[in-house]
């Protein structure tokens, strides 16, 4: 079974911050602008690296806004 494409994580916070991440979806430049063209894994894939990225940067808030 293929898993169905997510939504984009974008929130309009649109800012990349010093570490090369947005400051409001956690993805980096290249992660945003590929978007379009990753398939359904490859979306996935770039939401659990955002995942991780918010956990580290927000330690106990991450898993209230998964």
Request: proline fraction near 6%.
């Amino acid at each position: 079974m293929t898993a169905s494409a997510p939504n984009s994580p974008c929130i309009s916070v649109c800012n990349i911050g010093p570490n090369g991440w947005c400051q409001g979806c956690y993805r980096t430049i290249d992660e945003i602008a590929g978007w379009v063209r990753l398939g359904a894994a490859g979306q996935w894939a770039v939401l659990r690296a955002c995942a991780a990225r918010r956990a580290a940067a927000e330690p106990g808030r991450a898993a209230d806004r998964t």
